[in-house]
Nanobody, 127 residues
């Protein structure tokens, strides 16, 4: 059975940093593009970042470009999101998910079902 487990969330002051991790099991991690999306209660899901199965390309939503860095270690079946210069608008539940491509990831985050997704980790940015 496939599982994605996020970790690394927490409370941080504006300007601070966090590193999220997402550990996969039960499926061929390196067959999939992997990404992060976030959600605030009462609002739609927002795609944050996606990385190709082979790390050849990565993509970011404009709101996090230059502040967040996505990476993956296929040998460890783990996805990461380094988040720097955090601000209050980054406060959300962060989820990792798998899709056959990053194009599919962005579309499925907007309205669909990802191949796999985790249960989320909360990030709160507040002074």
């Amino acid at each position: 059975q496939a599982h994605l487990v996020e970790s690394g969330g927490g409370a941080v002051q504006p300007g601070g940093s966090l590193r999220l991790s997402c550990t996969a099991s039960g499926f061929r991690f390196d067959d999939y593009a992997m990404g992060w999306f976030r959600q605030v209660p009462g609002k739609e899901r927002e795609g944050v970042s996606c990385i190709r199965y082979d790390s050849a390309n990565s993509y970011y939503t404009n709101a996090v470009k230059g502040r967040f860095t996505i990476s993956r270690d296929n040998a460890k079946n783990t996805l990461y999101l380094q988040m720097d210069h955090l601000n209050s608008e980054d406060t959300a539940m962060y989820f990792c998910g798998a899709a056959t491509s990053c194009n599919d990831f962005w579309q499925l985050v907007k309205g669909g079902v990802l191949n796999y997704r985790g249960q989320g980790t909360q990030v709160t940015v507040s002074s």
